[in-house]
T-cell receptor, first 114, second 111 residues
């Protein structure tokens, strides 16, 4: 498809397990963003890539969260030793370049930690 | 600390009416202000955006009004339709590197 694709759409994990969430941005998009959206809240910034370079990771809530984009296209958000407070929808967005180009969002991965 | 404050939290409008959602910010370094529409189970979709060098931008039934001195901006949806029922988010960014979102407004348009 032409849009941002995220997988899986739903993920259930037990507390303490590691999870990996995948984002396929729109082809050719330089910038890639990860957000966390709690129920009834707006998306909160986690991290930002320009090509393969992670330029800002100030929003990652703890060192259990790790993101990578090794070839400048697909990105993975990994959460280690998951906690119940990690339950949220994780959104990925991409844009052609920085400088305020419109962000195109995927439909997110809904993560539930039991 | 919430960088962008959004109100109201929820809004009910009759079909054909005007829906108005307001946002306020503090950081004068923000230079891009988009509005997003989100349906349940979907990601946010860009509706309309404005930069601080203009006071108003209109696209179809959607208008952004921007007041730089008051550090406020608002979304107006004219001739609101039931299909407009969704959650709306304002956002602000500095050079597109990090976006700060409001807490969202749940809009219901009743026929």
């Amino acid at each position: 498809g032409a849009g941002v694709s995220q997988s899986p759409r739903y993920k259930v994990a037990k507390r303490g397990q590691d999870v990996a969430l995948r984002c396929d941005p729109i082809s050719g998009h330089v910038s890639l963003f990860w957000y966390q959206q709690a129920l009834g809240q707006g998306p909160e910034f986690l991290t930002y890539f320009q090509n393969e370079a992670q330029l800002d990771k100030s929003g990652l809530p703890s060192d259990r969260f790790f993101a990578e984009r090794p070839e400048g296209s697909v990105s993975t958000l990994k959460i280690q030793r998951t906690q119940q407070e990690d339950s949220a929808v994780y959104l990925c967005a991409s844009s052609p370049e920085d400088s305020n180009q419109p962000q195109h969002f995927g439909d997110g991965t809904r993560l539930s930690i039991l | 600390q919430q960088q962008v404050k959004q109100s109201p939290q929820s809004l009910i409008v009759q079909k054909g009416g005007i829906s108005i959602i307001n946002c306020a910010y503090e950081n004068t370094a923000f230079d891009y202000f988009p509005w997003y529409q989100q349906f349940p189970g979907k990601g946010p979709a860009l509706l309309i955006a404005i930069r601080p060098d203009v006071s108003e931008k209109k696209e179809g039934r959607f208008t952004i009004s921007f007041n730089k001195s008051a550090k406020q901006f608002s979304l107006h949806i004219m001739d609101s339709q039931p299909g407009d029922s969704a959650t709306y988010f304002c956002a602000a960014s500095i050079s597109g590197n990090q976006f700060y979102f409001g807490t969202g407004t749940s809009l219901t348009v009743i026929p």
